[in-house]
């Protein structure tokens, strides 16, 4: 029994195939998402937005330009306050933060979207939110209320 490590053929081949089976608008989502997936997925990725003579700007000058503009805060400034083994969990937890507001992002969701199985390998699905959020958002995803702020007294 062989086992398939990241960066073999077998693995570079399997991403290929993968690709090739989506449509147009999923393999510009990922396109869009590029900077959770492993060089060898970005490689094969690249590969088959040429087949298909799509623009492979998205991979870098659109994650690029987001930044520059300040949409996305940079990875080292975020902390993991949940970990999750399914995804339907982790975009459960994403949306209640999302509808109080809290700016939060969902890591290695790409690659377990494609093979659950590395959930376990990769820790989970990591729900991410900037530091001065976490403590709000902890709250809110055990069901609590967040802090009221006194608006009178927060400059005192």
Known sequence: ?????FGSNDERQRLA?????LSDGEIQQIAREAESLT???????????????????TLT??????????HRP????????RQ?????????????????GVECFLGDDNLIRMDWLW??????IKLRVRQEDALVAARLLE???????????SEK
């Not at 060898?40 to 700007?57: D, F």
């Not at 940079?74 to 306050?81: A, G, K, Q, W």
């Open 1 to 5: 029994m062989s086992v398939t490590s």
């Open 17 to 21: 195939q993968f690709y090739a089976a």
């Open 39 to 57: 060089d060898n997925a970005k490689a094969a990725l690249l590969t088959e937005l040429a087949r298909r003579k799509m623009s492979v700007e």
């Open 61 to 70: 000058d659109a994650d690029d330009s987001a930044t520059r503009r300040g």
């Open 74 to 81: 940079e990875l080292r400034d975020l902390l993991t306050i």
């Open 84 to 100: 999750f083994r399914d995804l339907p969990e982790a975009l459960l937890a994403k949306s209640v933060l999302d509808s109080a």
């Open 119 to 124: 959930s376990n390998l990769l820790g989970g």
């Open 143 to 153: 069901g609590e209320d967040p802090p009221e702020v006194d608006p009178e007294n």
